[in-house]
């Protein structure tokens, strides 16, 4: 938990006639961190693989058959759990052939429903131009004209006067009958048979849009509205009953669909990924990080597959020379429990930790809560964090991770709730458990101080693990090291002291001041030091006109050093400020709800004012202190200890999919 | 009167350095008698033009990347004038610049309706940076003609192209919604108008009018004339709003058969403007001319108003347009001594 799953490099060599299964494998498997073969000397010497091109075409085209099936049928696409081993070039036939079927069976209603939906929206248009026209003009009277030539129509409404004039040579009336939407209105043009060419003319150039009056159409609009409402009223009760048909198709094949749409996808990202293996003759090189907990069960399942002619080699990362030169970076695989594991992605904002340093998501987890419930302490809303968080867990899938958050975000809030005694910003409800914060302001101060203390102190220890873990001894002896910790601890001891009793005697702070003195020019001296006492360089060497130079610099980094352990401890009477804050918001809330229920003369006007205050102080102290946590976390934490710079272990199935990864440096 | 010419001192003295600036009439005389677009670079490049054809990276560039370019030139004469008019001035100079959104828009509808790839039909656009407000990028990322109409929704030809939609629906033919584009431009460049006032607006109404009687007649003779549509349809494509010619008078002219009824069917100025016309071929050259002699008046007039500054950018303008005219008659093989008699250059000698 407090460091990154162990890993090993692994290099597989599998015949050809075993690569799909192998394939099928890893995949299934997941945790396997790819190194692609173009990364490595031996895919630079043109040792790389290639991929079945007509295969992986064929596999892109049964993808969009699936999705366009089930998208005609309404079928969630995501959500199926493959568990049978896929071999694509076996797959392809059956998946197909079980395709086609589902269409032959569907097709027909599928066919109907979009042929009835697209006759539907016609009617419809018609509808709704019908509509534009006088209710008692009556076709049957326009009909059967031997002389006159008619038309009804939009037109652009600033267009009208320019219809008239390029009509003005020919004999012609033109009604405006009434406006329509998007600055056009309905017109009405006669003109006579003989100059019909001349009105198709003019009307192409006026934009005219004519509304179709079909020969079988007579009598009055409103009769033709009123016939084209029945006909859409018994489209829609067919679309109902075709829709209906869908729906028992979608409950047939809808399973069985995501099903074969995740075979192929598992088919595609099979093929695709033999793209990134090495080649040598008939055999496949497939190199990667794995946790080396599961090689032997990754061994014994791709012997199984490759019916035992795979070979296996297994290195660890301490044994390769790229890894000590830092030329290759040892992926991390995070390997936290479930409640702390949505935690990574704050801590992948800030950085990837390397491999060998302390993983901290754990104390992230931890004091995150801690501070956040601190400033945020209400039994009432931190219950309602929780169910909005649960609400997130349950209803949106791609945010699961922030719901769990907040609904432990929740928890804390409501536990220094009860401790704090406050419910809704309420403090007559409950007793304080442990002190009401409005209270108790300097005792809040002294506690929020020895928060800041114990963090920038775990913020030391994790720093000096870290130094030893990346073998930099040198540092132990620095400001931001082992002692600058001790020196940090006897002046916050004392300090704690100081606030806690009123007093620090004479003796304590003569011993401080030499203890003090001592660790300072330890500080101020360390390079030379350490190159003196551990590396074992002779004096004239170390004493060099650089010298001079050095300490200076460690001079300012110690006076650095101190001022950001104050600085760092300080910082977290923040916590008390924006809890006070949360308070005196709550003090605000009712004094204005008290005004607003003597205004109205009701009680309902002031629970209504709570309400919406606490709405407000919800979502407003929501986020500054989730803003304010995250800052103590980074700044006042992390600075203390986190190095970065790893590289996030990508597992192959997102490696293939992605196939965008920037390439690592050549060396 | 006064608050005229606090407003507009420092505009019309940046327009009139400008115009310093323009071609003279020998770098005309040797343009025209450039072999190669090579050649007619390396004399641009001894011109203001220089520091906008720097930025041609292809070796030997041809006439649309050249054109690009010195529109840019163009673009930065109104990015100039822009900072340096008084606010309702800088409406009316802004909206000219539709014109430019209009012919990219036009260009996007083409590269959507040919199917183009987007890095193509962006190649083509003038770049007019933040000096449009044209969707580009979800244009050139939307699926269809009709979809990408529906993103011009903000724009001054969301309307325009709704109303021609079911017209290039029937015809399947970009031409309807082409002209919707530039008439949909036009007309906001009119409307602009409106937020003039007093003498300011009454001779900007007189020069946009010029200007857009000179489209009318210049779309009249090509629709007419060269695309041989019908006196019909070509009347209904008529932009209101001109200086001298009405609806009637545009509509016979339409209805003109053959140039002597043209000519007698049009107004004053206008009639005498292209007497000297014998063929269908000279009348944009004629009316370019014409206009040039317009504008160049405006330099000897009350100089304390929007018509000078927006005088300018039209002289500027056809500079520009006869400049990509010669580069393209070189392209294309075409003697340029036979241009001198078809294009009209705007030098800063006309009208002195």
């Known amino acids: 938990m407090f460091r990154s799953e162990k890993l090993a490099r692994i290099t597989i060599q599998v015949p050809e006639p075993f690569i799909s299964a192998t394939t099928g494998v890893l995949t299934r498997f997941k945790l396997l961190h790819l190194i692609r073969i173009d990364e490595t000397p031996l895919g ?88 534009l026209l006088p209710g008692d003009l009556d076709f049957s009277r326009l009909s059967g004209r031997r002389f006159v030539n008619w038309k009804i129509g939009l037109t652009p409404t600033q267009g009208i006067e320019k219809l008239e004039e390029s009509l003005s040579e020919v004999h012609h009336a033109l009604i405006e009958l009434g406006p329509a939407a998007q600055e056009r209105s309905v017109v009405f043009v006669f003109g006579l048979l003989k100059d019909a060419t001349i009105f198709e003319r003019a009307l192409k150039g006026a934009f005219f849009e004519a509304i179709e009056i079909r020969p079988d159409v007579s009598g009055k609009v409103e009769d033709v509205v009123a016939a084209l409402q029945s006909e859409i009223a018994g489209i829609d009760t067919k679309i109902a009953a075709l829709s209906g048909q869908r729906d028992i198709f979608r409950g047939k094949f809808g399973e069985e669909l995501q099903l074969l749409r995740e075979k192929i996808i598992t088919a595609r990202r099979m093929l695709s990924a033999r793209r990134y293996f090495g080649k040598i003759d008939k055999r496949f090189l497939i190199t990667g990080w794995i946790p080396e907990r599961l090689f032997g069960q990754l061994a014994e399942e791709i012997g199984r597959v490759a019916e035992g002619q795979a070979l296996f080699e297994k290195v660890d990362p301490e044994d390769l020379r790229e890894v000590r030169e830092g030329v290759v970076k040892i992926p991390i695989l995070f390997n936290n429990p479930l409640l702390i594991s949505p935690f990574e992605k704050l801590t992948g904002l800030y950085g990837t930790p390397s491999y060998k340093e302390v993983e901290p998501t754990v104390f992230f987890a931890l004091t995150f809560l801690l501070l956040f419930g601190m400033m945020f302490g209400d039994a009432g809303q931190g219950a309602v964090l929780f169910l909005l968080g649960y609400y997130i867990f349950r ?12 609904m432990e975000c929740g928890v804390s809030a409501t ?51 870290n130094a030893i873990r990346l073998k930099e001894y040198e540092k132990l002896l620095s400001a931001s090291g082992f002692a600058g910790a001790v020196l940090y601890w006897i002046a916050a001891g004392l300090a704690m002291k100081r606030l806690l009793t009123g007093a620090v005697a004479p003796g304590e702070l003569r011993i401080f001041g030499w203890t003090a003195a001592v660790l300072m020019i330890v500080i101020v001296l360390h390079r030379p030091l350490y190159r003196l006492i551990v590396k074992r360089e002779r004096p004239a060497r170390v004493i060099q006109p650089g010298l001079a130079g050095e300490l200076m610099e460690s001079v300012v980094e110690l006076f ?14 923040r916590v008390a400020a924006f809890a006070l804050s949360h308070a005196a918001l709550f003090i605000a809330v009712f004094s204005i709800a008290n005004v607003v229920s003597h205004q109205q003369g009701g009680g309902a006007s002031y629970w209504l004012t709570v309400a919406i205050g606490n709405v407000v102080i919800i979502l407003l102290e929501g986020l500054v202190v989730s803003i304010q946590t995250v800052r103590l976390e980074y700044y006042e934490f992390f600075g203390k200890f986190f190095r970065g710079g790893g590289e996030r272990f990508q597992p192959i199935d997102r490696e293939i999919d992605s196939g965008d990864r920037p390439r690592a440096p050549r060396p | 009167m006064i608050s005229r010419v606090l407003r507009y001192s420092y505009v019309q003295a940046k327009a009139r350095a400008m115009k310093g600036a323009l071609l003279t009439p020998e770098d005309w005389r040797i343009l025209l008698r450039m072999k190669s677009v090579g050649e007619v670079l390396t004399h641009l490049g001894g011109t203001r033009y220089a520091e906008a054809l720097s930025s041609i990276q292809a070796p030997a560039p041809g006439a649309s990347t050249v054109s690009l370019a010195l529109h840019d030139d163009l673009f930065g004469d109104y990015r ?46 003038y770049r007019l940076g933040n000096l449009s407000r044209l969707p580009v990028d ?37 031409f309807p919604l082409e002209v919707a584009v530039d008439s949909a431009a036009v007309a906001h460049v009119r409307s602009g108008l409106r937020r003039l006032g007093g003498a300011d607006r009454k001779s900007a109404e007189v020069l946009i009018g010029m200007w857009i009687d000179l489209v009318n007649l210049s779309w009249m003779v090509r629709f007419r004339h060269f695309y041989d549509l019908s006196p019909e349809e070509v009347i209904n494509y008529i932009l209101p709003g001109g200086w001298k010619l009405g609806l009637r008078d ?102 002195r």
């Open chain 1, 44 to 131: 630079r010497l043109g040792y790389g693989a290639e991929t079945d091109g007509s295969l992986l075409a064929e596999f892109e085209n049964l993808l969009h058959e699936a999705d366009a099936l089930a998208e005609a049928l309404h079928a969630p696409l995501d959500g199926a759990v493959l568990r049978d081993e896929v071999i694509p070039e076996k797959e392809v036939f059956k998946v197909r052939e079980r395709l086609g079927e589902i269409r032959g069976e569907v097709e027909a209603t599928l066919d109907d429903l979009e042929s009835t939906a697209e006759i539907l929206r016609e009617k419809k248009i018609r509808l709704e131009k019908f509509t």
């Open chain 1, 395 to 406: 209803r949106l899938y791609k945010y699961m991770d922030y719901g769990i958050i907040l």
């Open chain 1, 415 to 465: 536990l220094f709730g009860f401790l704090y005694g406050t419910v809704f910003g309420m403090e007559t409800l409950l007793p304080a458990l442990w002190f009401r914060p409005m209270e108790s302001i300097s005792y809040f101060v002294k506690v929020t101080l020895s928060l800041g203390i114990a963090m920038v102190s775990l913020g030391l220890i994790l720093n000096l693990i």
């Open chain 1, 560 to 573: 650095d050093d101190l001022i950001r352990f104050i600085a760092n401890t300080v910082s977290f009477i």
């Open chain 2, 80 to 125: 100039k004038l822009l900072k340096a008019a008084p606010a309702k001035g800088a409406a009316i100079l802004q909206r000219l610049l539709v014109r430019y959104e209009a012919e990219n828009l036009k260009t996007l509808l083409r590269g959507l309706w040919q199917g183009k790839s987007v890095p193509e039909t962006a190649a083509l656009l």
């Open chain 2, 138 to 174: 979800a244009i050139l990322g939307s699926r269809d003609i009709p979809n990408a109409i529906k993103l011009l929704a903000p724009t001054p030809f969301h309307t325009a192209l709704s109303h021609a939609l079911p017209r290039f629906r029937a015809q399947g033919s970009l």
């Open chain 2, 250 to 351: 545009l509509g016979a002219a339409a209805r003109a058969g053959d140039l002597p009824s043209l000519l007698a069917a049009l107004p004053s100025p206008y009639r005498e403007a292209l007497q000297p016309a014998g063929q269908w071929e000279r009348i944009p050259s004629l009316l370019d001319e014409w206009f040039i002699r317009n504008l160049c008046k405006a330099f000897y007039r009350d100089p304390f108003q929007v018509r000078l500054p927006l005088s300018y950018l039209f002289l500027k303008e056809i500079e520009v347009k006869t400049l990509v005219s010669l580069l393209s008659a070189i392209e294309l093989g075409e003697p340029t001594e036979s241009l001198a008699d078809r294009i009209r250059p705007p030098t800063k000698a006309v009208g």
